[in-house]
């Protein structure tokens, strides 16, 4: 993790020492603000593929048969339940466990009891939202979020660092009407 956050520090570096000349401040040009998109697209890719290369080898070493979505979210319903399926704009509630990588426990429905939201309509995390959207009533899963679909770039500020990949085991206890 720390390996990532210092590998974005120094391509920003880059990046902003090659905007900061010694000579009289300029206008960026067209094409200068053209190669430092560029190069932040590159640095993000690269980025995403490390992440993904991560989540790969955490799964296979636990042998964990996870499927991949378009977005990036590595999934796993283990157990199926039999209820009715979560829907966007319908309130969820889950029993779960938030870990990071290394074990760590950041959060759980055992410590804070078990989180209700809305898919669609809350500041859960998206990877989150989209997996709830693939269970029904008494499922049990596992999500692993990449950075972008949990909490990016700053962590949350509290138990979840900087560029941190997160994983979620849930249950959908149930969905609302």
């Known amino acids: 993790m720390k390996r990532g956050l210092i590998e974005i520090c120094v391509c920003l570096l880059f990046i902003l020492t090659g905007s ?21 697209v590159r640095v993000n890719k690269y980025l995403v593929k490390k992440d993904v290369e991560l989540i790969e080898s955490y799964a296979r070493r636990r042998g964990w048969n996870m499927e991949l979505t378009e977005s990036g979210l590595f999934y796993q319903i283990y157990e199926r339940g039999n209820g009715i399926k979560a829907v966007n704009g319908k309130d969820a509630t889950i029993d779960y466990r938030l870990s990071l990588l290394d074990g760590t426990l950041c959060y759980s429905s055992e410590e804070q009891g078990p989180k209700k939201f809305t898919p669609g309509h809350s500041t859960e995390e998206s990877g989150l939202e989209q997996g709830i959207l693939m269970m029904h009533v008494g499922d049990k899963a596992r999500f692993i979020l990449p ?5 990016g770039l700053l962590g949350d500020e509290n138990r979840i660092p900087a560029r941190s990949i997160i994983i979620y085991e849930v249950e959908l206890l149930e969905v609302s009407y």
Do not use: G
């Open 20 to 40: 900061c000349k010694k000579e009289e401040t300029r206008r960026l040009t067209k094409e200068d603000i053209r190669e430092k998109k560029e190069m932040l």
């Open 147 to 151: 950075p972008h679909l949990a909490h």
